[in-house]
């Protein structure tokens, strides 16, 4: 089993940029993926995208491509979600999950990083 | 991009069987998992590969897949299954991630 531990909230202002993380612990970092999946309050869960860390091999949502950057060091086993100019519609919740290639779904979630961001 | 839709909210008497249903194109030919989300926590898997239920998942947590429909079932349903719920598949043409748009579960 893997458990995943986010990084904290974050407040920024529209334009600046930020990274934030989730780091695994448990299984070998490289025997599954990481989805990142947004919601926004009051909302249903969005998919993002996700990482497969042996290769740093990425599929992108279309609805965020270009938005954002997902990325991953296995040196530490931590994968990031980054954004080089923020918008107000992106406050939301941010979760990382792990995901295998068996269909068995999305079983180990993170915490959630909260970000806000607000003029 | 492919779609999948869900009810918004279903309420269902303690005790009761409650029937949360997914639809999409040919969704019977494609794996479907489930996740309860409750207020302030993460999602948590609670059906995978349409009706197999991750350890620690009740028995009274089922699924079936068929056609169009994918359901999931809570027997003898429980306060504590308020929550919201998720339906998820994968679109076949691009691997990637398709989740419904969730349904409220409400416990009267």
């Known amino acids: 089993e893997v458990q995943l531990v986010q990084s904290g909230a974050e407040v920024k202002k529209p334009g600046e940029s930020l990274r934030i993380s989730c780091k695994g612990s448990?299984?070998?970092?490289?025997?599954?993926?990481i989805n990142w999946v947004r919601q926004r309050p009051g909302k249903g869960l969005e998919w993002m995208g996700r990482i497969d860390p042996s290769d740093s091999y990425t599929n992108d949502s279309p609805s965020f491509q270009g938005h954002v950057t997902i990325s991953t060091d296995k040196s530490i086993s931590t994968a990031y979600l980054q954004w080089s100019s923020l918008k107000a519609s992106d406050s939301a919740m941010y979760y990382c999950a792990t995901e295998r290639p068996d269909s068995s779904g999305l079983p180990e979630w993170g915490q959630g990083t909260l970000v806000t961001v607000s003029s | 991009s492919y779609d999948l839709t869900q009810s918004p909210s279903v309420s269902v008497s303690p005790g009761q069987t409650a029937s949360i249903t997914c639809s999409g194109d040919?969704?019977?030919?494609?794996?479907v998992c489930w996740y309860q989300q409750k207020p302030g926590q993460s999602p948590v898997l609670v059906i995978y590969r349409d009706n197999k239920r991750p350890s620690g998942i009740p028995e009274r947590f089922s699924g079936s897949n068929s056609g169009n429909t994918a359901t999931l079932t809570i027997s003898g349903t429980q306060a504590m299954d308020e929550a919201d719920y998720y339906c998820?598949?994968?679109?076949?043409?691009?691997?990637?991630?398709?989740f419904g748009g969730g349904t409220k579960l409400t416990v009267l």
């Open positions: 998820q598949a994968w679109d076949s043409s691009t691997s990637h991630v398709v």
């Open positions: 040919k969704l019977g030919d494609k794996y």
């Open positions: 448990g299984d070998r970092f490289t025997s599954y993926w």
